[in-house]
């Protein structure tokens, strides 16, 4: 997730439902549904800290999160000796175009060659490592020297790695990432590459009262939203705990 700090602003846990348009919240009497409010945008970030993938109107929320056409939420993620890199190390990394191109991940940066890698790649002993996201470690596929010369050249950085993490290898528990406030998160919960859950969302009516109070237009895609909800009151987020039972699908 972002490394932005907020008040008022927090990652919920989604899980097992499929996203359509519309919110629902469950009332106390659980046969009784509340409109919440409408998705107005979703974001796909394949390769952690990088761009989103451009004109996604429908995904999947799976165990380890956002699945968009077979493309994960944070599934690559660069490292430097087996520990995770995210914008604040390298801000760069903002500058590098997510795609899917058939059965390819695609990415691609200004004065770069496109850089295409498997959607499913093979995993073997020899491709098998090891890596860590907030200090808890977790097995990923190594995806190759052409891929690290590519991120290192483009980063500027000589000994950079891209990770991927299938859905076959087991994943990191939510509920073993040291944080330092409380969350939803359940004992067996997993997350691939993600800071700390599936998901992240956000109200356009939060961002939009953060933009006034400090006087600037503040975009939500510095947040690093997964879905952002239109038709609600400010932070909004913080008192609804949005669930797969409270989605319209």
Known sequence: MSNFEVPGVFAA?????????????LTRN???????????????????????????????????????DGVGDRHWMVTRKGHYQNMSAFQRLILIQTTKEGSFFRLDAEGMEPLR????????????VEVKV???????????DAAAQWISTFLKKEGLRLNYSP????????????????????????VAFQDFAHCMI????????????????????????????????PFDENFRVISESTLGY
């Open 13 to 25: 846990v989604v899980a097992g439902s499929f996203l359509k348009h519309v919110g629902l919240r």
């Open 202 to 233: 956000m109200c356009d009516s939060s961002v939009e009262e953060l933009s006034k109070r400090v006087q600037r237009n503040v975009p939500a895609i510095q947040f690093r939203p997964n879905v952002l909800v239109s038709g609600t009151t």
């Open 30 to 68: 659980r046969n009784v549904k509340e409109y919440v409010g409408t998705v107005s945008q979703i974001n796909v970030y394949p390769l952690k800290s990088a761009k989103n993938l451009q004109n996604v109107t429908t995904a999947n929320i799976t165990t380890q999160g956002l699945i968009c």
């Open 117 to 128: 890698l498997p959607l499913d790649p093979e995993v073997t002993g020899d491709n098998l």
């Open 167 to 190: 859905p076959s290898l087991s994943k990191r528990f939510s509920t073993d990432v040291p944080k330092e406030w409380t969350t939803d998160a359940k004992p067996g919960e997993e």
């Open 134 to 144: 907030k200090f808890v470690p977790q097995r990923a596929v190594d995806c190759g």
